[in-house]
């Protein structure tokens, strides 16, 4: 039950555009995504429903694909912040059933 | 204070100490979070409370023990933990209607000695 996540790591140079992706072999209700940078706290960056919905904010923005049930996470003219380890965590039902989180993605921004 | 905050953020405990950990939330949230996090493994769910009655209890070994008087207060309690227990041990609340962003404290971490 737990998602898949790829790739497990990424490098990127300031300015480059990176992909992570989100898989799930279940149907799923809503994905949700967050950062962890190192020695802190995961920070919420964005919930997406299922029916296909589209979010983002800023440079960083998110697609759910009901068919496929994968969740892909954009992150565009990277810069040095955007540097962390990014989590899906996968809700099955509405209320029902607690997030199930993915391995995690890290990233890493250099100059 | 705002947010989720945990105490004590560090804590170092031989396999026959008795310790507990302590989640504090200030977002007027009903639903609260243990995650356990170690080195290469992905965020674990321990327990979920929901307006202060347990929901889920996800395997989690009977050495460690949840408690939750109010909605605002999550403690863990700790005994007889093995070196495997080490780890980040985090706190995060949210609101029960789904779905529902997760606050996360800044989390305890554990050794075990």
């Known amino acids: 039950q737990q998602p898949v996540q790829s790739p497990q790591a990424v490098i990127l140079r300031e300015g480059e555009d990176a992909v992570i992706n989100c898989s799930s072999s279940k149907a799923l209700y809503s994905v949700h995504w967050y950062r962890q940078k190192h020695g802190e706290a995961p920070i919420f960056l964005m919930i997406l429903l299922k029916g296909g919905e589209q979010k983002g904010h800023d440079k960083i923005s998110a697609s759910f694909n009901e068919k496929k049930q994968q969740s892909s996470l954009y992150l565009t003219a990277s810069q040095l912040s955007y540097s962390g380890t990014y989590f899906c965590g996968t809700e099955r039902d509405l209320g029902n059933t607690p997030l199930v989180f993915g391995k995690g993605t890290r990233l890493s921004v250099i100059a | 204070e705002t947010g989720v905050t945990q105490t004590p953020r560090h804590l170092v405990m031989g396999m026959t100490n008795k310790k507990s950990l302590k989640c504090e939330q200030h977002?007027?949230?009903?639903?609260m979070y243990w995650y356990k996090q170690s080195a290469k493994k992905p965020l674990e769910l321990m327990f979920v409370?929901?307006?202060?009655?347990?929901?889920e209890n996800n395997s989690v070994p009977s050495r460690f023990s949840p408690e939750c008087p109010n909605s605002s207060h999550l403690f863990l309690h700790l005994h007889t933990l093995q070196p495997e227990d080490s780890a980040l041990y985090l706190c995060a609340s949210s609101l029960s209607e789904p779905p529902g962003e997760q606050f996360f404290g800044p989390g305890t971490r554990l050794t075990v000695l």
């Open positions: 977002l007027g949230h009903n639903a």
């Open positions: 409370y929901n307006f202060k009655e347990q929901t």
